[in-house]
């Protein structure tokens, strides 16, 4: 190595071996990411099936009781996050900005998600991914009564979810919609456009 040499770069300017591997990692992954995007069945039975395996690891290890509570709460923010609109009709006044319609003969505006569903995939996966890693070192094998563990997870579930779905009526949005609308008949259509 000559003097010039830093973390990243030669004397020349050019990347390093090791920049240019992880930065070679990095494509290769982002293209496998791009090419799972319209298979949203597969990837969701994948990530089940890697909780699935996640579980019977800490069944059969009777450990990592932390680890776990940790992820039930993380896929619990993300969940909520899900299920919320990209910006928050609580937050917004009359006049500013887009809002979810609340009458009949309004717009139709798409509900928009604060957390879309590729990137709830993927942080759901990466979160069950690094529970596993954990669970491979003893240092986070914290030793815990785990019943309170579960009963207070429920309850913030409970309380949590309480709060989500009163907002969801307050401000009349529903996160999951199939398509668009239609109507039967021409007789609904006329009155559709009409109203």
């Given at each position: 190595m000559s003097e010039g040499d830093s973390a990243g770069e030669s004397i020349h300017g050019k990347s390093s071996v090791v920049a240019a591997f992880f930065t070679r990692v990095g494509q290769v992954y982002q293209s496998w990411l791009d090419k799972s995007t319209p298979f949203y069945a597969m990837r969701w039975a994948g990530t089940l099936l890697l909780t699935?395996?996640?579980?019977?690891?800490?069944?059969?290890?009777?450990?990592?009781?932390?680890?776990?509570?940790?992820?039930?709460?993380?896929?619990?923010?993300?969940?909520?996050?899900?299920?919320?609109?990209?910006?928050?009709?609580?937050?917004?006044?009359?006049?500013?900005?887009?809002?979810?319609?609340?009458?009949?003969?309004?717009?139709?505006?798409?509900?928009?998600?604060?957390?879309?569903?590729?990137?709830?995939?993927?942080?759901?996966?990466?979160?069950i991914v690094i529970a596993m890693i954990c669970t491979f070192f003893d240092a986070f094998n914290v030793p815990v009564f785990w019943p309170i563990l579960v009963m207070y997870f429920i309850m913030l579930f409970c309380i949590t979810m309480k709060r989500q779905i009163k907002h969801m009526v307050k401000y009349r949005y529903l996160p999951f919609t199939h398509g668009k609308r239609t109507y039967k008949g021409k007789e609904d259509t006329g009155k559709a456009f009409a109203s």
């Open positions: 699935l395996v996640y579980m019977i690891r800490v069944y059969l290890l009777q450990g990592w009781y932390i680890v776990t509570y940790a992820l039930g709460i993380y896929h619990l923010n993300l969940f909520i996050a899900f299920l919320s609109p990209k910006v928050d009709p609580s937050l917004l006044e009359e006049d500013e900005g887009p809002s979810l319609p609340t009458k009949q003969n309004e717009e139709f505006r798409p509900f928009i998600r604060r957390l879309p569903e590729f990137k709830f995939w993927h942080s759901a996966t990466k979160g």
